[in-house]
């Protein structure tokens, strides 16, 4: 079955610093891959995906998420955080060709300190 | 841009009670879903539909069914509302996949309804 682990439950980084959030995945077949932002009380924001093509994609925000094959990795960067990133980030994997239903990992807290 | 509205931001039901969430979205997608959020779990699927009428069971659908009458509309049904159903639920649209320009495309999320049964 198509999944994705996001490993830490928290990432913590000083406002100006690089952000990575951490995504692995497992597929049969080739992965797609997308991932999602949410605000306190909000529902969940598209940044960017993976469909095939370059391995690294540029999103919203100045987002962009590195795919490895060889690693199974999918992680979200971002060169300088910035406060108002602070949010919850998931990691997703298409599940079936016939649809596109998607399957979510735990989510990310990341906590941006000024 | 895709608006996906749910009826209700906060809501507060009674254990027993026939619950109805209602969410709206205004692109003309053919593919609805209905999520439940819970921290340190994620997001997992309860029920989505790729048409009017047609719906699939997701990973979590006991205690649960749906309703899609209409294209714009997809609502969720609590039979009996159980505390365990105290969750943030969260409902998506998404073009079908099976055109050219529906395929990998990303879920549209409404803001939530957190719903707490006492």
């Known amino acids: 079955a198509q999944s994705v682990a996001q490993p830490e439950d928290q990432v913590n980084v000083a406002e100006g610093n690089p952000l990575t959030v951490k995504c692995t995945y497992s597929?049969?077949?080739?992965?797609?891959l997308f991932w999602y932002v949410q605000y306190p009380n909000r529902g969940l924001q598209f940044l960017l995906k993976?469909?095939?093509?370059?391995?690294l994609v540029k999103g919203s925000y100045g987002f962009e998420a590195e795919f490895n094959k060889s690693q199974t990795s999918f992680h979200l960067k971002k060169p300088s955080a910035l406060v108002s990133d602070s949010a919850l980030y998931f990691c997703?994997?298409?599940?079936?060709?016939?649809?596109?239903?998607?399957?979510f990992g735990k989510g990310n807290q990341v906590v941006v300190i000024p | 841009d895709v608006k996906v509205t749910q009826s209700s931001r906060y809501l507060v039901k009674r254990t027993g009670e026939k619950v109805f969430l209602e969410c709206v979205q205004d692109?003309?997608?053919?593919?609805m879903f209905w999520y439940r959020q819970d921290p340190g779990l994620g997001l997992r699927l309860i029920y989505f539909?790729?048409?009017?009428?047609?719906?699939e069971k997701g990973d979590i659908p006991e205690g649960y069914s749906v309703s899609r009458e209409k294209k714009e509309r997809f609502s969720l049904i609590l039979e009996s509302a159980s505390t365990n159903q105290t969750s943030m639920y969260l409902c998506?649209?998404?073009?079908?996949?099976?055109?050219?320009?529906?395929?990998?495309?990303?879920?549209?999320f409404g803001d939530g309804t957190r719903l707490s049964i006492l």
């Open positions: 998506a649209s998404s073009l079908a996949p099976h055109t050219k320009t529906g395929l990998n495309q990303p879920q549209h």
């Open positions: 597929v049969s077949g080739n992965p797609y």
């Open positions: 993976y469909i095939t093509g370059d391995n």
């Open positions: 997703a994997v298409r599940v079936f060709y016939g649809n596109n239903r998607l399957a």
């Open positions: 692109m003309d997608h053919e593919n």
């Open positions: 539909s790729y048409d009017v009428k047609m719906k």
